[in-house]
């Protein structure tokens, strides 16, 4: 079974925090994504990654920036917390070569910023 | 610009009745399409999917169709059940290196008892 996990299930800070939320993967996926979700939104894309140390901007990538210095391990920043990115936050992986697209998530962080 | 729409944002179906949940998308180079189910507090989980090169697919008491002149498809869930009581998002993929899927906002679907 894939299995992703995330650092937190639920995380409040503080507005002007430096925050980390951290994601593993089990299954040597090569590529992981970072989302975010909310009423009404759905889920949009803030950043993925195809390799290690690389990466590419989504959909919303303002505010947030990411890191992946080893294949299992993708961490979102969000180097300055605000309240508008209060959000339930999940994390992704899929393999290529599957051919299907799917994409395996963790069971997100919900992050309250106050 | 939504490129994958999901119209309706809640359904009720009574346990037992067929529930259809619908989905637009306007990019005519998506080749593959997912139905993922979530519940609150949960990441999404894969229902299942299809190729454009298929008009069904079906699994067990869930199928998906495609219409892609009219570029819709629908998942039907046959019977319902109580547990089915979630929210579906529809997701459409270009034929990237990246499996970068794009995402609808969702429906919930409540089962009545």
């Known amino acids: 079974d894939v299995k992703v996990t995330q650092s937190s299930r639920y995380l409040v800070k503080r507005t002007g925090e430096k925050v980390f939320l951290e994601c593993v993967q089990d299954?040597?996926?090569?590529?992981m994504f970072w989302y975010r979700q909310d009423p009404g939104l759905g889920l949009r894309l803030i950043y993925f990654s195809y390799d290690v140390k690389m990466k590419e901007k989504g959909d919303i990538p303002e505010g947030y920036s990411v890191s992946r210095e080893k294949k299992e391990r993708f961490s979102l920043i969000l180097e300055s917390a605000s309240t508008n990115q209060t959000s339930m936050y999940l994390c992704a992986s899929s393999l290529p070569a599957a051919g299907t697209y799917e994409q395996y998530f963790g069971p997100g962080t919900r992050l309250t910023v106050t | 610009d939504q490129q994958v729409k999901q119209n309706s944002p809640s359904l009720s179906v009574q346990e037992g009745r067929i529930s259809i949940l619908n989905c637009d998308y306007t990019?005519?180079?998506?080749?593959?399409f997912l139905w993922y189910k979530k519940y609150p507090a949960e990441g999404p989980t894969f229902l299942i999917s299809?190729?454009?090169?298929?008009d069904k697919n079906e699994d067990g008491r869930f199928t998906v169709f495609l219409n892609k002149s009219a570029k819709h498809l629908s998942l039907h869930i046959v019977p319902s059940q109580p547990g089915d009581s979630a929210v579906y998002f529809c997701?459409?993929?270009?034929?990237?290196?990246?499996?970068?899927?794009?995402f609808g906002k969702g429906t919930r679907l409540h089962i009545l008892p």
């Open positions: 299954m040597d996926h090569e590529n």
């Open positions: 990019n005519s180079m998506f080749d593959y």
């Open positions: 997701a459409a993929s270009p034929t990237t290196r990246d499996d970068k899927i794009i």
């Open positions: 299809i190729s454009s090169i298929k």
